[in-house]
């Protein structure tokens, strides 16, 4: 049964109208809400030429917006252009010595593992964990610490399989131990109700155009250390605190902000930060808790579906361990074609089928897509 039920809600995205769309794991369709955000922004440029000092103002209050959204300090939040900078940022801030190892699972996001595989050639060893069951904890990694380790990377949500690792848990034990816990949120900011301060870890990572909604180009980094801690990659104007009103680098010794605003390097994609703050006010209106037991009873929903038709899934089932991504064991070429005939949004990944709900979805679309699957399951057995 759905949770979210106000027809104003779906009505802020045509798309899910135009289409069955089951891949806000991909990205989310565009809410009139968020576009009406984006062009605030285009109408000043259009018309005034740009007043820099009301935008970069509007920065600072989605800053502040965004943080409060996952539960943290303004200043310690950075924005970035995606996940992927966030997480070299992070990869490339942590103090290693040759020698030293750094901990992620086996199926991690390319874009999280080649932020630690590149420092291979400088004497750094990167230790590929296998998974001991449908999703990580503490007891997971355990076994491949020493003193050595000086960092721990794992995505909240996995990419490919839905899986929700227990990050807290891995963070507790990180810290006993002086380990930094990185974290890919790419896949749960916006969709679970992530509170980055109760996780404890050393640095999160993700872009907004997932479960945060804002079109691509746009992403954050939150840290709740200063740079003696967690350096910066780079540094440029934006992240430096004594520059000079004449813009003139001069010979004194240079003072990074002592927040998160030195990871930040130049312009800010200002167009998908008024977007962001639409976004987050649509999403605190109906509240991210909500929006979880949304996703989350529809998983219910599939997963009746898919036990009547006998088609198993590759993440786990537990609510507790799963989130709103759900990839079913459906090999061959003859599903993403039915879905494509049938106007179905989704995206093979490499165990199957993945099927990813946002808050737009509704319990019809969830009758609709067994359907399809119930019919595609009829057409193979004619063959």
């Known amino acids: 049964m759905s949770v979210i039920t106000d027809v104003g809600v779906r009505a802020q995205f045509p798309a899910a109208e135009n289409l069955l769309y089951l891949d806000a794991a991909h990205q989310t369709p565009l809410a009139t809400s968020v576009r009406a955000g984006l062009d605030a922004f285009y109408d000043q440029a259009l018309r005034t030429a740009g007043p820099k000092r009301d935008w970069l103002t509007r920065v600072e209050e989605v800053r502040g917006q965004l943080a409060r959204f996952i539960g943290v300090n303004a200043d310690e939040v950075a924005f970035t252009k995606n996940t992927s900078e966030g997480l070299n940022v992070a990869a490339h801030g942590v103090r290693w010595e040759r020698g030293d190892n750094v901990l992620l699972l086996e199926g991690e996001h390319p874009n999280n593992a080649y932020a ?16 001991d069951k449908k999703w ?18 794992v995505s909240h949500v996995m990419f490919h399989s839905g899986q929700r690792n227990d990050v807290a848990a891995v963070t507790a034990f990180a810290q006993r131990r002086g380990i930094e816990v990185i974290v890919d949120a790419m896949q749960s900011v916006g969709v679970l109700n992530v509170d980055a301060r109760a996780l404890g870890v050393s640095a999160l990572a993700s872009g ?17 250390h200063d740079a003696e801690r967690l350096p910066p990659t780079y540094v440029a104007l934006a992240g430096v605190a004594n520059s000079r009103s004449s813009l003139v680098a001069g010979p004194e010794p240079v003072h990074l902000y002592p927040g998160a605003r030195r990871f930040e390097i130049g312009n800010f994609n200002l167009p998908a930060i008024h977007g962001l703050g639409a976004s987050l006010a649509l999403i605190e209106s109906i509240g991210i808790d909500r929006i979880e037991r949304h996703v989350l009873c529809l998983g219910d929903q599939l997963i009746d579906g898919l036990n009547a038709l006998d088609i198993p899934l590759v993440g786990p089932i537990e609510r507790g361990h799963r ?16 879905f494509a005939a049938e106007n179905v949004r989704l995206s093979p990944v490499r165990d199957g089928i993945r099927v990813s709900f946002g808050l737009y979805n509704t319990s019809d679309d969830v009758d609709r897509f067994v359907d399809i699957l119930r019919r595609g399951r009829k057409r193979q057995g004619t063959h």
């Open 208 to 224: 907004c155009h997932k479960g945060l909604l804002v079109p691509q180009g746009l992403g954050f980094l939150y840290s709740p």
């Open 116 to 131: 630690w595989l590149s420092q291979r050639p400088q004497g750094l060893e990167v230790r590929l964990v296998p998974e």
């Open 323 to 338: 989130s709103h991504i759900y990839v079913l064991d459906l090999p061959g070429p003859f599903w993403p074609e039915l």
């Open 136 to 153: 990580a904890d503490a007891d997971t990694f355990a076994p491949y610490v020493d003193e050595r380790t000086r960092a721990i990377a």
